[in-house]
Nanobody, 117 residues
Framework: QVQLVESGGGLVQPGGSLRLSCVVS????????MGWYRRVPEKARELVAS???????NYGDSVKGRFTISRDGAKNTVYLQMNTLKPEDTAVYYC???????????WGQGTQVTVSS
């Protein structure tokens, strides 16, 4: 069983920065995609950013130029650096791991990010 544990959420003022971390409980040797999603009440879950095991990244339009996703294979960790945060970035952020070859998909428990003055 694979577990994902997020950390780094919190309260930040508009224009501020936060870095989220997601640790995977074991190494994944198959091709995989790790991503960050976010959800606000009464809205659909939104892809924030993703990164493949080969380093290819993808970003949602609303965060391009402000957020950066990265991963450290040695630490089984994916990061989301969030800069120039806006109130509309307020959401619960979830880490996701997808393994296309097996169909496996795993989610973290979520971490709250609140952008407010």
């Amino acid at each position: 069983q694979v577990q994902l544990v997020e950390s780094g959420g919190g309260l930040v003022q508009p224009g501020g920065s936060l870095r989220l971390s997601c640790v995977v409980s074991r190494s994944i040797f198959s091709f995989n995609v790790m991503g960050w999603y976010r959800r606000v009440p009464e809205k659909a879950r939104e892809l924030v950013a993703s990164i493949t095991s080969s380093g290819i990244t993808n970003y949602g339009d609303s965060v391009k130029g402000r957020f950066t996703i990265s991963r450290d294979g040695a630490k089984n960790t994916v990061y989301l650096q969030m800069n120039t945060l806006k109130p509309e970035d307020t959401a619960v952020y979830y880490c996701n791991l997808r393994i296309p070859t097996t169909g496996g998909q795993y989610w973290g428990q979520g971490t709250q990010v609140t952008v407010s003055s």
